[in-house]
């Protein structure tokens, strides 16, 4: 079991940027990812990285604006996120998990280990 711990989450304005970090107690495991659900909404998928490979996965309302990006060195994934928009307000959760058909999947299901989450929020 790995424990993952965010931090980075607060109230910025649309178009601002932010960046989240999540310190992992070991190292990577072979899928880390971030995760984000919404009020009232399921949790989805921002972006995945390969740690050995560096693949990356983002979903469409993130692309061009949102990075993942690993620090070996210092076991901490982080989450740059830019021109942010009202709707990218969420909880946001680091996760780490094993290798799906060679690959990361974007299913929460397939990740077991969570951090606790860290809030974002985008206002006018």
């Known amino acids: 079991q790995v424990q993952l711990v965010e931090s980075g989450g607060g109230s910025v304005q649309i178009g601002e940027s932010l960046r989240l970090s999540c310190k992992a107690s070991t190292d990577f495991y072979y899928c880390m990812a971030w995760f984000r659900q919404p009020p009232g909404k399921e949790r989805e998928a921002v972006a995945t990285i390969a740690t050995r490979s560096g693949t990356t996965y983002y979903s469409d309302s993130v692309k061009g604006r949102f990075t993942i990006s690993p620090d070996n060195d210092k076991n901490t994934l982080y989450l740059q996120m830019n021109s942010l928009k009202s709707e990218d307000t969420a909880m946001y959760y680091c996760?780490?998990?094993?290798?799906?058909?060679?690959?990361?999947?974007?299913?929460?299901?397939?990740?077991?280990?969570w951090g606790q989450g860290t809030q974002v929020t985008i206002s006018s």
């Open positions: 996760a780490a998990g094993p290798s799906y058909s060679g690959g990361c999947s974007s299913d929460p299901y397939l990740f077991n280990n």
